[in-house]
């Protein structure tokens, strides 16, 4: 199959107690596995589809035939959201952005602090499932933004440099309809240098 579940580069309970065991097993094995899954029954018949990588697909999904359009957005889009945030997540590190990321928040927001609430209140205000962003514009400039469902910024034009899943599944075994104390605890797990380090893979 062309396509995989990707590791996680710690165990299942390295987030604890911000983000739980279970929650991380569960999201890893069952619903990334899931969209693995359906994203390679859809392409079994599609030989010359299969070469392209995840981010090819599903920034140009008009080039695909119209019936492959729903399924590689939705299970395409997983995939690929879901192998950027198992990376921007770590309990070592430091709290706060580093390097070239930490200059562009704090020229654009005027303080770290300022762009997490700002954050924070777009990841709140996703209504039903989705994802809150940081990314790069064409221009090079860091946005705030948001995507429903499992839709990703590069369908959007943009490069992700970080990403929050705010589906209730993310959440729910241990946050229940919590939402903002689950985003409020994410913030400790954040994986800064990581985000550097997807920031500087644009240059």
Avoid at 13 to 41: C, F, R, S, W
Avoid at 71 to 84: A, E
Avoid at 145 to 169: A, C, I
Avoid at 178 to 203: F, G
Wanted: glycine share 6%.
């Amino acid at each position: 199959m062309p396509f995989s579940l990707p590791s996680l580069p710690y165990a299942y309970g390295a987030l604890e107690p911000y983000i739980d065991t279970l929650t991380m097993e569960i999201h890893h094995t069952k619903h990334h596995q899931g969209y693995v899954t359906n994203l390679n029954k859809a392409l079994e018949a599609h030989a010359d589809l299969q070469e392209k990588t995840v981010k090819e697909l599903i920034s140009n999904l008009d080039a695909l035939p119209q019936a492959l359009q729903a399924v590689v957005r939705n299970n395409g889009g997983g995939h690929y959201n879901h192998s950027l945030f198992w990376k921007i997540m770590s309990v070592k590190g430091p709290l706060e952005p580093v390097g070239l990321v930490a200059e562009k928040i704090n020229k654009k927001f005027g303080s770290f602090d300022v762009f997490k609430d700002q954050f924070s209140v777009t990841a709140k205000s996703v209504f039903g499932s989705g994802w809150a962003w940081l990314c790069l514009d064409s221009n090079g400039d860091i946005i705030i933004s948001s995507t429903p469902n499992q839709d990703s910024p590069v369908m959007q034009g943009y490069e992700p440099l970080l990403g929050l899943d705010v589906w209730e599944h993310a959440y729910y075994l241990h946050y229940q309809n919590r939402r903002p104390d689950y985003i409020a605890s994410w913030w400790s797990v954040v994986n800064w240098e990581q985000v550097e380090e997807n920031y500087r893979e644009l240059l």
